[in-house]
């Protein structure tokens, strides 16, 4: 674990799972998306708020021999056949739901056949999963995710909070880290000294090593609040 001049504490290996979208993890078995649900679970101590005063360097290759891991290796073969980037699908899915604001992103499917994972949401808290090609950029018909009255009612509470847009979370962060926005959510956050705090869960990875660096960062100030290398 190192520590940057700002404070933020640098981890590497797993990253602590983000707290994610609580309606889009309660309809796991319904296909939704998963994107802060597939993280691991280790925990750490609260980090220190503060963004990095510059932008990550290149990190060292994950075996001494310089190959690739399992996880390098599947954005390797699966980030450059994704045409279509995180706003490209963004903007499709949030034309597909009329009077719709984007919440989450994920890149997903195969080489050969490559689609993000997206989610929306109007301002009562009604959400819908959209699957858009990543290569022709084309949405399919959008499903209607959790009907509970609390869920619609906390995500309704969030978006409010929420001044901070996906696409100005993911500039924030791909100032710090060049590279490859592959997924992007609005949560709670999980980090930081406000326990009400918004925040956006932004990954990026770089194609000169593939590994992903993720940040979670203040959706009402676009402060960094937390970032992780992972190169396991």
């Known amino acids: 674990m190192d520590t940057n001049r ?29 994107s802060g649900c597939a993280h691991g679970n280790d925990t750490g101590s609260p980090q220190k ?60 499917g195969t080489p050969a056949s490559p689609y993000w994972d997206t989610v929306v949401a109007t301002t009562d808290g009604a959400a819908y999963a959209v699957r858009v090609d990543a290569v022709s950029g084309k949405a399919e018909q959008p499903r ?39 997924t992007i959510e609005l949560g709670d956050a999980d980090h930081g000294n406000n326990n009400d705090t918004v925040a956006w869960t932004v990954g990026v990875v770089t194609t000169n090593d593939w590994n992903e660096t993720t940040y979670e960062i203040d959706a009402t100030n676009r402060k960094v609040l937390w970032m992780h290398i992972d190169q396991d």
């Open 6 to 34: 700002s404070g933020v504490v640098v981890r590497r290996g797993r990253p602590a799972g983000p707290r994610t979208i609580g309606l889009v993890c309660a309809v796991a078995a319904a296909g939704a998306l998963l």
């Open 49 to 108: 708020s503060g963004a990095p005063s510059r932008a990550v360097p290149a990190t060292a290759a994950a075996s001494p021999t310089g190959s690739l891991n399992a996880d390098q290796a599947r954005r390797k073969a699966l980030v450059p056949k994704a045409k279509v980037d995180y706003g490209q699908a963004l903007k499709a899915a949030i034309a597909a739901v009329p009077a719709s604001e984007a919440i989450a992103a994920e890149l997903k």
């Open 144 to 182: 209607p995710q959790s009907e509970d009255p609390e869920d619609k009612q906390e995500l309704a509470a969030r978006l409010s909070k929420a001044t901070v847009t996906a696409q100005q979370a993911a500039q924030t962060a791909t100032e710090k880290t060049k590279g490859t926005v592959t």
